[in-house]
């Protein structure tokens, strides 16, 4: 218990400020003043998206709410501000799907390896019905996700080997989020998972805790890991769709027409953030072309299916087969 000790005085702080603030309009002008956090760089799409909605926000209330931008991990790691924003201490946050699975299991499809076939399948998904049906379970735990953002592809690097097949990806150490399916993966390649917190990460690496790793280009190229591993490979195993959680308790006290800012807000700002990380996708992986890291490019994908399907079999139950057809059927 002790060790959430010092994050529950942070949170109370922030909740006392943020409602000081918004009670007297100290140190503002804007009537409504939100905390918005996620653990990218600034130079990340997720900021960027960020800042987009910060603009639209502002531009349509016309001042009344103002949108303050913490990036790396300021406010904590993901669940930190995940559990932020159940009390309304963090207004919104912008993230991986695997730390919102501690509080909407049925998340955990969305961590399954090579679940989506394209970006177009996965937009299919997360913008539809099965989106929808996900999200909602957000709303008993006082959250709301006012939808997917992209953090793109997920790859696998390593200081021990170059990777072509499965079976090269075999008897390593590799960091992983703290998810069940993405547990699940690492196991069916036959190798150790690590959890260990993404602000962590490049110092594991560099110290040879873990062998290896997985996350989208940007991740890897931003945070310099390809400084710390000697070997990428494009493996695609997951299509990593980022949550843009806000607290609901926090939009529940916010005026009608507010509500409409923050939603119609959030959906333009998120196809924006979309395409800036496709456009950004190929220059990043340039980049580490550029950099002194081996890249296997070409690995044989099919001997990844082949080796996950496990993972399904063991997830069948608790996210339920008709989930899966569903999203199949919709390739």
């Known amino acids: 218990m002790k060790k959430y000790v010092p994050l529950l005085i942070i949170l109370l702080t922030l909740v006392i400020s943020g409602c000081a603030n918004l009670a007297t309009g100290k140190n503002t002008d804007a009537e409504y003043v939100l905390r918005l956090g996620h653990l990218q760089t600034e130079t990340h799409s997720?900021?960027?998206?960020a800042i987009k909605f910060k603009e639209l926000v502002e531009s349509k209330s016309d001042g009344r709410i103002r949108i303050d931008i913490f990036p790396?991990?300021?406010?904590?790691?993901?669940?930190?501000?995940?559990?932020?924003?159940?009390?309304?201490?963090?207004?919104?946050?912008?993230?991986?799907?695997?730390?919102?699975?501690?509080?909407?299991?049925?998340?955990?499809?969305?961590?399954?390896?090579?679940?989506?076939?394209?970006?177009?399948?996965?937009?299919?998904?997360?913008?539809?019905?099965?989106?929808?049906?996900?999200?909602?379970?957000?709303?008993?735990?006082?959250?709301?996700?006012?939808?997917?953002?992209?953090?793109g592809w997920r790859h696998m690097t390593n200081n021990e080997r170059p990777i072509k097949t499965a079976a090269d990806a075999a008897n390593l150490k590799l960091r992983i989020q703290e998810s069940p399916p993405y547990i699940a993966f690492i196991n069916a390649i036959g190798s150790t998972p690590v959890p260990i917190p993404f602000g962590e990460l490049y110092t594991a690496l560099e110290q040879n805790v873990v062998d290896g790793q997985e996350n989208p280009l940007a991740q890897i190229y931003l945070n310099k890991f390809h400084e710390v591993q000697q070997y990428l490979t494009l493996t695609y195993h997951n299509y990593d769709a980022a949550v843009f959680i806000m607290s609901k308790t926090t939009f529940d006290t916010l005026p009608t027409e507010l509500q409409k800012i923050i939603n119609d807000s959030a959906k333009e700002a998120i196809d924006y953030?979309?395409?800036?990380?496709?456009?950004?996708?190929?220059?990043?992986?340039?980049?580490?072309?550029?950099?002194?890291?081996?890249?296997?490019?070409?690995?044989?994908?099919?001997?990844?299916?082949?080796?996950?399907?496990?993972?399904?079999?063991?997830?069948?139950?608790?996210?339920?087969?008709?989930?899966?057809?569903?999203?199949?059927?919709?390739?």
């Open 72 to 151: 790396s991990s300021q406010l904590g790691n993901g669940r930190d501000q995940i559990e932020g924003a159940q009390i309304g201490s963090i207004h919104f946050h912008i993230g991986s799907v695997a730390p919102v699975t501690n509080f909407a299991p049925k998340f955990n499809v969305l961590n399954m390896p090579y679940l989506f076939e394209s970006r177009e399948h996965a937009f299919k998904v997360l913008d539809g019905e099965i989106g929808e049906e996900l999200s909602a379970d957000l709303a008993n735990r006082g959250l709301m996700n006012l939808g997917f953002m992209e953090n």
């Open 273 to 331: 953030q979309r395409q800036i990380a496709l456009e950004d996708e190929e220059v990043l992986l340039e980049n580490l072309r550029n950099s002194d890291i081996e890249i296997e490019e070409n690995p044989d994908l099919q001997s990844f299916r082949e080796a996950v399907q496990p993972v399904y079999e063991e997830f069948e139950e608790s996210l339920g087969k008709e989930l899966f057809e569903k999203i199949e059927s919709l390739k």
């Open 46 to 49: 997720y900021h960027k998206g």
